[in-house]
Every structure is written in structure tokens, then in C-alpha cells.
């Protein structure tokens, strides 16, 4: 595609450069060292994959489910010493070699502590069906590094889908992980039997996503319609996060032809009531764009999560105004605003100095493409600047689903990038990379939250952490921030010069609050839920005859004087 | 959409189908000769308008044999006026009718569109399926009780079925069959020169596949719309005073400076496969306004729908031969790399090469055809899309649109995709020539008697 030649001219003179001299740059490429070969082979068309960062052995180093498509997916054990080992023929995944996949989150969906896998697919690997549908898959962790499928128990093999984006959060506040998925052809109930013209050319309509109510670690009901959730769109996923912070979980869904079909929605979830509503248009959001991913961040420390929007040619900063106000976009005059093909985003403090820079997965459609490098946005001030060949991250292989995550506990954040395969020639290599963090100079902070009433890693709470006249907000991550992919639920702050973080400050979903003080940097920090006290009767009823007796007294008051004479 | 089909709408009701069915006398009051015509023209754009996975390739294809089924069913009734067997591409009989026997025209036509929109439209649904049916007992049922002769009734039917079922069984073998199978060759190989063809970013269909790569091959209808010369192309070029880049300039300029009036144009001729009747539907549909506003006998409606049917089709079959040999690039893969690299197009590409233009070729073809039906001056108002919700991505209305001739509208039709930004003036300029020379042959067939004299 000679739309991007100027960028190919470019890359080709960093491939000049790199081979005259080697190049230090802040991340190193260290996949092949970390054992990582990985490559996403597309069914047809341009669709997938991602990855999801989890640990699966809870033994403190986070390791990954990578889908593969066509091809066999890969489970990396992290082995703590900067490598991994692919256990997926141990794993009990093997059923995933039936499937073509796309997607992967991960939560612990049963609450017994361990970490459960949910893959997302668009088709069967048999080459049996003309139209290709499939279900989504879901495994429950054995606790013992294998799997057990359990797509069938949590009624989850009705849905003859087209899935791409997954994502887990938990709409009721019920410590229970929900999903969301994104369908992006509609579904077929049922298996395609003899098959009609009608049903053939009716294959390539918009579909609904799935709005997936965990049961109490029982099984998923599919509540889509019943929350209120209306749209038909190519959608890719959704984003559980908390925009207007008042601590339930709102729903930012993610489409493709948006300026076609359906654009992107902001759903604002109505908790305790079960249901949300569409506030895209008050809002701003409701982009006609070539929606694929999204990222979350507050990139100006102003207490209100921004949304990073990939997208073809240009991507989208959608800055959050404060309750009730329209976003705005302000990719261009913030700078991060390049020409690409995006899919993965990801806002992480990358090099420790208090303030969130941006990682953009690029790549081209296949079959037709060409190299497009990664863009790494550096934050200074919060504006942006682009320097991905100038860090080290400007791969060039055809980029889908990244994350972000610390591979060797060292306290800084690596980047996974998921590349496909290109189905046609290509002038270079398009292999998964992992590009370690060898950066920052400053201190940091981890925050782990062990859910007891929320879910296990605190899916859907939120972590601030105050430095000074500095507040950084995370939302824990169950993926859909970035394109089909999950990073780490570990919240990461750079902490600058800062030894010490004046307070951390931990919104668990539904609300309730936890507060610690003077925290040591360069530290992981492992929070467990605080248990509701259980409340004492005695002590409630006087509090509670008190509370009537005043109200009494005020409305009783306020009648009076509501009666006065009007002076004016 | 609504206002174009008042009286194909209500049998979309099941409601109305049990009522229709279950009690005669709610039926239209009358239907005139003209008025069967017109109901399966609209039934026509509605089966096309709803059934998915359409294109303007297959749509184009749809209204030449139903349009040619709609002439043949009745032609035989209507001295001097003779059936087209013996002069299309391969089509050397249709059934005849029995000498001494009398027909009831209208009812033959009737039996004839049904039969021939079903099997063209094999893949619609169900309902759409009962839709026509419903029109077709609406439309028997009517005639049949004034005519109180159940002999004629059944003949004129079965005739008609006779005359649709062979102009089917002739269709299959144009490679066009079931096209919508293959609206993708996921396998074929493309150019890939200074010049050629990408797959769009700011595209209206979600396949990075062009559309269709083999249609150009497909057979005419009219053997001398497949002998037509190639249309010259000029040489690609970088250079900001070459005629090629010239070319893309003209458009990135008319884009930057787009009036609101010139909007309207571009949205209203766009005719998106996925949520109209597609270009050729327009033009079936300015056929049907002609015939609504110059009621001319049943005949001639047939005639001016054959005539524009085939036109159209042919024009859209030299248009995708052409455009794959040439494989030429839109404007939004130019304009980018030489001109603006943040230009986008005011309307989004569709997937297939762009010289020459589909909508100039086959808005010319139908222009021409309705100029010889009606004559040059011909003053009408275009409704195609009168009533529909704003465009709020491009920020305008839907307008409705009057003209004084039919290649006024020809002529916008064009223009609207230079106003759109998906199309140069040359692209334009050769599919209304192209497309009036194709339109012309079709005219020239021998419809009546002594035009073979």
C-alpha cells in the first residue's frame, strides 16, 4: 500500500541504522532470548488476536494465553528468570486447536482464587462450514496449571458467534466477573444445517454483543437486551470502566464502521439498578470512526479517565470534561496523532516520571499490506510526542492485540505486541515481540488488590495513588483496554524522585473505600479487601432513631418556613 | 424509501396478507394495465432494496431479465411491437402463444414477474418470498373475477410462467448465476503497479477484496455491447502538471469546497447496496416515475423497462471489464500520498477500481433509453430517497431533486461521485460516454416490425 511509502522509506532507513550500529535504546527486543514464537495466522481477512497477562500458577510472575487463529494457541509460563516455556500441550487448552482464535481475558470467574480463561472465537479449524461461526470458550483453572473446559456448564456453547473483543468486569458489583464480548457478524442460533442462499448472503449482517451476567461463579446469562444494551454494529468488544467515577462500572463499546453501521457507544451503567443507558450522543462518544481498541487513562492527572480511541489513518484522544460534558478529542493538538492502522493502545507511566505515555500497536489489513511501525507517545506535560523508533518499539511486523505488563518483577512495565502472519510477501519479519523496559531511572509502585467481596484481583475497582500535588488513577484491568487483549491487573505507578507515595487510595467496585499512607516506592504492594464489619444491632437502632429524629426535626422546620410570606 | 412503494408495502403485512387472502373486497379498487406494471417494478425495488448481500453487479443484472420477462410476457399481444428472441446474446426462442387463442396480457405479466423475481432473487428471505406471492394473487385475483373466463385465466398464467421460466433457464448461463456466491475472489491475484487499485480505508463495505473481479466477463445481453472498444485511460503520473495528477487535483479542490447543494448530490446519488435499491435501482425507478407521469400503454411500459434493464446491465458488465483491466486507484489513495496526506473522501469508497465510473455508465445507459421513450424534455421529481433520516456523518439532508430531462439527472448522477471524491472527471466523463453508446445499441434492437425494414 503505497499510502504508507513515506513511512516504509523510514523504516527502511532504521534498518540501515540499526545494521551500521547497534542501537541502545530504552526497550530492548527480547523475544527470542524470553522463548517467545509467537505469530497470529488469520483465518481470512484481518481479524485477531490478542493476548491476556495472568498468572496462572499464583506465583507471583504473570504469564500469558496468546491466541494463534488458525494455529495452536500458546500458553507462556513465566519462569521468573526473564524466560518462558510454552506449557499449552499440558495446559488442558488443547480443545482450542478446534477453534479460530481471537481473543482472551481472564478473571477468576468461580471465585476459588485462581485465575479462569475465557477465549474468544469466529470459526471451527475444520474447514467444515461455509459460514464461519463458532462458540466462545471458557476454562476454569485447576489450580494446577491445567484447564478444564467448562464452556458447556456456564452455558456458554449456545452462542454460535463471531467474536473478537472480550472483556471482563462486573456490572452488579456482586464480586462476580461478568463478560462483555463483541460479535462482529450477527449470530447463528444453533448449528448451520443444509444451507440456504438466504442464509448465505444474511451472514455478513451487524450483530448485538454479548452482555454475559455471571451467576454467582454458576454459569453466564446472556442479559444483553435486559440491561438495556440495544446497538447492532461490527463490533469490536468493550471497555468496563468507571468514566464519570462514581463507582460502578459504565460500558464503552468499541465498532468498526462506525460512519456504516452503528458508532461507538457509552453506556452508562444506572448500578444498583440493573440496566444502563446510552449517553454516546450527550456525551460525545458516539464516534463514526473504524473503531478497534481503546485505552484507558487519566494522561493529565486530572482525576478523570481519558479514552485513547485506534482507529484507520488517525486515532482519537477523547478527554474527559467532567460529569455531564461532552468529550473532546484532542488527539491532534495533543500530538498523538500519526497515520496508521491502530488496533492495541495502551497508557502506562513507561518511564517512572508521574504522568502516562502511550504504546500504539500498528498494522496493515491482510491480505494486503504494508510494514507500518508501532508508535510509543511520550508524555511531557501532558502533551504527546511520537518516538517509537527513538525507544526501541517501532516494530513493523502487522500489530493487532498488546499489553503492557512487568515481566521480571523489576518494577517497570514490558510490552507484548501480537503480530499476524502476513498472508502474502512481505519485506520483513511479523512475529509477536516482547520488548522489555530497560528505561526508567525513577521510583515506582505496584498495587495488588486481593478481592474477598470483589473479584479476586479487584476487576472493575480502581487505585489512586497521591504524590504531592500528583493524583494517578488506575482502573484494574479485565481487558478491553487495548484491541482483544488484557494486561496486567497489577496497578503500576512511576513515582518520579517521589520515596514515598503520600496515600493510596483503593475504590473498590460498589464504592467502599480503603486508604493506606506513606507508602515506600520501588515496592509491590498487596492489598486484601478489609471484610465489612458485620454491624451490631444494638448500636444501629439508636443510631438510627437519632438519624429519624432530626430528620423530623429539619423537614418540620423547612414546612414552617416554607409557609412564610414571600418578602419579594 | 417509503413514499415509492405505497402498494407493495401493504402486502409486507401479515396482517394484511390474511386480510387480502381471507376477503377479496379490500383489495385496490383498480388496477389499470399500467398499474401491474408499475406494482411489479416496485416490488422489483423492494426485493432488491431488501435482500442482502446486494451490489449494483447483481442489481443491474436483476433488471435486465426481469425488466426483458416483463416485455416478453406481453409482447406477443401487441402488433407491431416483436419479441426479442432471435436477437439477444444466445437467446434464440421463448415459448410462444397458441395462435387463435385469446391471452389476458396483464395476467400473463403478472405470473411472469413473480416467477422471474423469485428465481433471480433465489436468495431472498422467506418473507419476501410470501411478499411476492401476495402480489401476484392480488393482481390474479382482480383480473380473474372481472374476466369470469377460467380458461384464459389459466392459459394467460401458464404462459407467462412458460415465458419467465425460459428467460431464467437462458440467464443461468452468463456467469452472472447466484453472483452473490462470489462476491469476493479471496484467491485472485491483482495488480500491484504506481497507479493501481487499493483496498479503500475509508471504505463502505467491510471486504478489502474488490467486488466482483470477473463480471467484466459475464455475457451481454447484447452481443454488440461486448464488441464496444476500450475506453482510453491516461498514463499515470506523479507530476503536479500532468494530466493524471491534474485529475485527482480537480478533486481534492471541488472536496475543499463543497457547497451544501453539491452534498445533497453526493448523498442522495450515492445508493449504498447495503441500504438501497443500488445505482441501477435508481435508474429502474426513474423509469417507473416516467411511466407513472407519461402513462403510456402496457407495452410501452414494458418496453422502457426492458430497454433501461438491459441498458443497465450491460453497462455495468463493460464498466467491471473495463475497471479490471485498467485497475485504476480512487482518489483516496492519490490524494494522501501526493496531495493532503489527511484528505479523506467526502463519501466513502466503494470496493472496486474506479475507471470508469459504474454510476456515470449506467445513469447514461438508462438517460439515453428514457430520452428515446419520452423525449429530451421531460420535467420530473426524483423522491428515491425523499424522507430519509439526516446524514449525520456528512452533516445533510436528503433532498429531493427536479430535472428537466433525463440527462440532467444522468449528468448529476456523475457528478455526485466527483462531489463525493471517490471519482475524477475523466472516470465520469468516459462512463457517460461509454454508457450512452451501450444504451444506443440496446435501442437499436428491432422492437417493432418495420424497424426491420
Known amino acids: ?568 | 424509501m417509503k413514499k415509492i412503494f405505497p402498494a407493495a408495502f401493504s402486502y409486507l403485512l401479515p396482517f394484511a396478507l390474511v386480510f387480502i387472502s381471507g376477503c377479496n373486497s379490500v383489495q385496490k379498487k383498480d388496477f389499470t394495465e399500467q398499474d401491474v406494471a408499475l406494482e411489479w417494478a416496485k416490488m422489483t425495488l423492494y426485493i432488491t432494496q431488501y435482500t442482502p448481500a446486494n451490489s449494483p453487479t447483481f442489481a443491474s443484472r436483476g433488471f435486465g431479465y426481469i425488466g426483458l420477462t416483463m416485455y416478453e410476457a406481453v409482447v406477443n399481444g401487441y402488433d407491431p411491437y416483436q419479441s426479442m428472441a432471435g436477437q439477444l446474446n444466445g437467446l434464440e426462442n421463448l415459448p410462444k402463444p397458441v395462435p387463435e387463442k385469446s391471452y389476458h396480457w396483464p395476467l400473463s405479466l403478472n405470473a411472469a414477474q413473480a416467477s422471474i423475481l423469485k428465481n433471480i432473487y433465489l436468495q431472498t428471505s422467506d418473507e419476501n418470498k410470501m411478499s411476492i406471492d401476495s402480489l401476484e394473487r392480488v393482481i390474479k385475483n382482480y383480473f380473474s373475477d372481472k374476466l369470469n373466463d377460467d380458461a384464459r385465466v389459466v392459459r394467460s398464467i401458464a404462459y407467462g410462467k412458460a415465458v419467465a421460466e425460459a428467460v431464467f433457464e437462458w440467464s443461468k448461463t452468463d456467469d452472472g448465476h447466484r453472483g452473490y456466491l462470489n462476491n469476493f475472489d479471496k484467491q485472485a491475484e491483482y495488480p500491484d503497479r504506481p497507479g493501481s487499485w487499493q483496498p479503500p480505508l475509508f471504505a463502505q463495505s467491510f471486504s478489502h477484496y474488490p467486488l466482483h473481479p470477473h463480471w467484466g466477463k459475464n455475457r451481454t445481453f447484447l452481443k454488440q455491447n461486448s464488441e464496444l472498444p476500450m475506453p482510453q485511460m491516461i498514463p499515470y503520473d506523479t507530476l503536479p502538471d500532468s494530466p493524471y495528477y491534474m485529475e485527482f487535483l480537480k478533486v481534492y479542490e471541488k472536496d475543499m469546497a463543497l457547497t451544501p447543494e453539491e452534498k445533497e448530490a453526493a448523498i442522495w446519488w450515492g445508493d449504498d447496496p447495503d441500504v438501497t435499491f443500488t445505482p441501477p435501482g435508481h435508474s429502474y425507478y426513474l423509469a417507473t416515475m416516467a411511466i407513472e407521469k407519461a402513462n403510456p400503454p402496457l407495452i410501452k411500459c414494458a418496453e422502457v423497462y426492458a430497454k433501461t434493464g438491459m441498458a443497465t446491465a450491460d453497462a455495468f458488465i463493460n464498466c467491471w471489464k473495463w475497471k479490471y483491466h485498467f485497475f485504476s486507484e480512487r482518489p483516496n489513495t492519490f490524494i494522501p500520498q501526493y496531495i493532503d496526506k489527511e484528505w479523506e473522501s467526502f463519501w466513502p469508497d466503494p470496493p472496486f477500481p474506479a475507471f470508469p465510473s459504474g454510476h456515470a455508465i449506467q445513469a447514461a445507459a438508462a438517460a439515453t433509453v428514457l430520452e428515446d421513450s419520452f423525449g429530451k424534455s421531460f420535467h420530473f421529481t426524483d423522491k428515491a430517497h425523499e424522507g430519509r433520516e439526516r446524514d449525520e456523518v456528512r452533516d445533510t439532508d436528503f433532498v429531493i431533486r427536479s430535472f428537466d430531462s433525463f440527462w440532467e439527472a444522468a449528468q448529476e448522477t456523475a457528478d455526485s461521485r466527483f462531489y463525493g471524491g471517490i471519482h475524477t472527471p475523466l472516470d465520469n466523463k468516459v462512463g457517460l460516454e461509454e454508457g450512452t453508446k451501450i444504451a444506443r445499441n440496446i435501442i437499436a434492437l428491432h422492437w417493432e416490425k418495420e424497424d426491420q425494414l
Open chain 1, 1 to 568: 500500500m503505497r499510502l504508507f511509502g513515506h513511512t516504509l522509506f523510514l523504516f527502511c532507513v532504521s534498518l540501515l541504522n540499526s545494521t551500521v550500529m547497534p542501537a541502545q535504546t530504552p526497550f530492548t527486543d527480547v523475544t527470542v532470548e524470553a522463548g517467545i514464537a509467537h505469530q497470529f495466522s488469520v483465518y481470512e481477512g484481518t481479524f485477531g488476536g490478542g493476548a491476556t497477562v495472568f498468572d496462572l500458577n499464583n506465583d507471583g510472575f504473570e504469564d500469558l494465553f496468546i491466541t494463534s487463529g488458525t494455529t495452536e494457541d500458546v500458553l507462556y509460563l513465566n519462569n521468573g528468570d526473564g524466560t518462558f516455556q510454552n506449557i499449552y500441550d499440558t495446559s488442558g487448552l488443547a480443545v482450542t486447536r478446534d477453534y479460530v482464535t481471537q481473543g482472551a481475558v481472564s478473571a477468576d470467574v468461580n471465585k476459588d482464587g485462581w485465575r479462569d480463561l475465557f477465549i474468544t472465537t469466529i470459526n471451527t479449524t475444520d474447514g467444515s462450514q461455509i459460514i464461519p461461526r463458532a462458540k466462545n470458550l471458557l476454562f476454569l483453572n485447576n489450580g494446577d496449571m491445567t484447564f478444564k473446559d467448562v464452556t458447556g456448564a456456564y452455558k456458554l456453547d449456545e452462542f454460535n458467534s463471531f467474536s473478537t473483543g472480550p472483556s471482563f468486569g462486573d456490572v452488579n458489583a456482586d464480586g462476580y466477573p461478568d463478560l462483555y464480548v463483541g460479535n462482529y457478524f450477527l449470530e447463528f442460533e444453533g448449528t448451520l444445517g443444509v444451507l440456504k442462499d438466504a442464509t448465505i448472503v444474511s451472514a455478513n449482517q451487524t450483530a448485538k454483543g454479548y452482555l454475559l451476567i455471571n451467576e454467582k461463579g454458576n454459569y453466564f446469562e446472556n442479559d444483553y437486551e435486559a440491561y438495556g444494551l440495544h446497538h447492532r454494529g461490527f463490533g469490536f468488544g468493550a471497555l468496563f470502566t468507571d468514566f464519570d467515577n462514581d463507582g460502578d462500572q459504565d460500558l464503552l463499546v468499541n465498532q468498526d464502521f462506525g460512519y456504516k453501521a452503528v458508532p461507538n457507544f457509552l453506556y452508562e451503567n444506572q448500578y444498583p439498578k440493573r440496566s444502563f443507558i446510552d449517553i454516546s450522543k450527550a456525551m460525545a462518544m458516539d464516534l463514526k470512526e473504524n473503531a478497534m481498541g481503546s485505552a484507558v487513562g487519566d494522561y493529565d492527572n486530572n482525576g478523570l479517565l481519558d479514552y485513547y480511541v485506534t482507529n484507520i489513518k488517525f486515532n482519537l484522544l477523547m478527554d474527559n470534561q467532567g460529569r455531564g460534558k461532552p468529550f473532546i478529542d484532542r488527539a491532534k493538538e495533543l500530538g498523538a496523532y500519526s497515520f496508521a492502522i491502530s488496533w492495541g493502545a495502551n497508557f502506562a507511566d513507561f518511564d517512572h516520571d508521574m504522568d502516562l505515555d502511550l504504546y500504539v500497536s500498528n498494522g496493515d489489513l491482510n491480505p494486503n499490506c504494508t510494514p507500518m511501525g508501532n508508535f510509543y507517545y511520550e508524555n511531557t506535560d501532558a502533551t504527546f510526542t511520537e518516538k517509537g523508533r527513538i525507544v526501541g518499539v517501532n516494530d513493523y511486523g502487522i500489530g493487532r492485540g498488546s499489553v503492557v505488563f512487568d515481566m521480571e518483577n523489576d518494577g517497570d512495565l514490558d510490552i507484548l505486541v501480537v503480530n499476524q502472519k502476513p498472508v502474502r510477501d512481505y519485506p520483513v519479519g511479523s512475529t509477536t515481540r516482547l520488548l522489555r523496559n530497560d528505561a526508567p531511572k525513577g521510583n515506582w509502585l505496584k498495587v495488588a488488590l486481593k478481592g474477598i467481596e470483589a473479584e479476586t484481583n479487584g476487576i472493575g475497582s480502581r487505585v489512586k495513588v497521591v504524590v504531592g500535588a500528583t493524583q494517578m488513577i488506575r482502573e484494574i484491568d479485565g481487558g478491553g483496554s487495548s484491541h482483544l487483549s488484557q494486561s496486567s491487573v497489577i496497578a503500576h505507578f512511576g513515582l518520579g524522585k517521589a520515596t514515598k507515595a503520600d496515600s493510596v487510595i483503593v475504590t473498590w467496585i460498589g464504592g467502599k473505600k480503603q486508604i493506606l499512607l506513606d507508602q515506600n516506592a520501588n515496592q509491590l504492594l498487596t492489598l486484601p479487601e478489609l471484610e465489612d464489619k458485620k454491624l451490631n444491632i444494638w448500636m444501629v437502632v439508636p443510631i438510627l432513631l437519632l438519624g429519624g429524629l432530626m430528620i423530623g426535626y429539619f423537614v418540620l422546620k423547612g414546612r414552617k418556613r416554607n409557609r412564610a410570606p414571600s418578602r419579594f
